[in-house]
């Protein structure tokens, strides 16, 4: 067959022509063997296009039916090439050409090819990144955009890589806090409800054929459990779906997520990991804005969206109303008692010194540090907490079971 196709060659160019294939895909394999990258292909009869930089292309260039999450891995992947690429004088257009036939995560190679033709055809860096706000938030534009109109998109993008790698070590610190007490308790409750449903049902039927009538307490619920376990099986996820669409439902409205913020702030053991968490991740953003030139109050605002918890942001915003008003961040800080009194301490430093932007990033190192303890801490606690939840419920079980034929081996004594 015939392909009509437009690709972008190594130097930058568009280059369009005809070539002989077997079909679109041996004729896109030519494509980038040339080292070009396919912008459109189609059959020189006029079926079947095919775009590479379009969101309306064929999966074939798209690779999913379904789009891929874009992951802060991946984005950490991408700043760090396209700084060390920009930092080397290739210009943006190439850059993105380039990356755009190297990242693996489909949804993220077409929309940096859909990017490279927007810069291509005069609209700014930034811009073109705006365009995909599901993707890129409103944080990395906003340094992109410091980086371009300073000159120094490349130090902006090695900064941006930066920030988006401690963002991505901050989730793998939260994630890891989380995953042993979720796999015990996930464990622990399929363990009961096998007993309940396999092993329970069995002694109750053995006890009911020697003649066993008068049942302890504990053994009466337990079996009560089982019967219902047994019978109604199917209303078990219900509670979970319930409890799901309900907190869903509150957090849609703006005073609902303000309670359940504050609740969340308050929780036993992960309240203090979360408050650390999302203090590291807005302190760094802070800092990292305030260091690529965006001003202050665009900084605090930003930072606000950032920690995605409306009792910490509203107090990120009395900082900038403040600001507005001439109040130093420090006084502002020590008068909010959110924040411990060492933060004030350190920014009213900065502030004398008129290093702010490393003041704030110690104040974020500060919190990763205490995040980290209080991780540590939280492992070594819930480690033995865990043994003591499954062998309680297990415990119970057993007991309810052997109650019975304990009292039933007296009689016969």
């Known amino acids: 067959m015939i392909f009509k196709y437009r690709a972008r060659t190594a130097t930058g160019l568009i280059s369009t022509g005809t070539r002989e294939a077997a079909n679109e895909s041996a004729a896109i394999t030519w494509m980038r063997e040339q080292g ?3 912008i459109s292909i189609e059959a020189a009869g006029g079926a079947g296009a095919v775009s590479a930089g379009k969101s309306g292309g064929s999966s074939l260039l798209k690779g999913e039916l379904f789009p891929k999450k874009v992951t802060l891995k991946d984005k950490n992947v991408l700043f760090k090439q396209m700084a060390t690429m920009v930092n080397a004088g290739i210009t943006i257009a190439a850059t993105m050409d380039l990356m755009a036939s190297q990242i693996e995560n489909k949804t993220l190679a077409t929309a940096i090819a859909e990017i490279r033709d927007a810069v291509s055809s005069g609209v700014t860096t930034a811009a073109a990144f705006a365009r995909h706000p599901k993707i890129f938030n409103n944080l990395e534009i906003a340094l992109i955009r410091a980086g371009e109109e300073g000159g120094v998109l490349d130090v902006s993008l090695a900064r941006l890589a930066s920030f988006v790698e401690a963002q991505y070590a901050l ?125 202050i109050l665009d900084a605090i605002e930003m930072s606000a969206g950032v920690a995605d918890n ?21 006084i502002t800080i020590k008068e909010q008692k959110l924040f411990p009194a060492m933060v004030a ?46 062998g309680l419920v297990v415990g119970l079980v057993v007991a309810s079971v052997f109650i019975p034929i304990i009292q039933a081996m007296q009689k016969f004594m």
């Open 36 to 38: 070009w990258s396919p």
């Open 171 to 295: 989730q793998k610190k939260i994630k890891s806090a989380m995953m042993y007490p979720s796999v015990i308790i996930f464990f622990t409750l399929v363990t009961l409800v096998a007993l309940c449903v396999g092993i329970v049902p069995l002694f109750k039927k053995a006890f009911a054929n020697i003649g066993v009538k008068e049942m302890p307490l504990l053994t009466s619920i337990i079996f009560g459990f089982s019967d219902f376990l047994k019978a109604y099986w199917f209303l078990i996820p219900i509670p979970f779906i319930a409890a799901v669409v309900a907190l869903k439902q509150v957090n849609k409205t703006e005073e609902g997520r303000r309670v359940l913020d504050r609740i969340k702030l308050r929780l036993p053991l992960m309240g203090d990991i979360i408050f650390k968490s999302i203090m590291a991740r807005a302190f760094r953003t802070f800092a990292t804005l305030v260091t690529a030139g965006v001003s």
């Open 310 to 330: 409306y009792v910490i942001g509203d107090a990120f915003r009395v900082m900038k109303e403040r600001a507005q008003n001439g109040v130093m961040l420090s």
């Open 345 to 390: 301490h350190m920014v009213a430093v900065g502030e004398e010194t008129g290093q702010v932007d490393d003041v704030l990033s110690k104040v974020a190192d500060w919190y990763d540090m205490e995040l980290d303890e209080r991780i540590k801490a939280l492992t070594s606690i819930i480690e033995p907490v865990m043994i003591v939840f499954v």
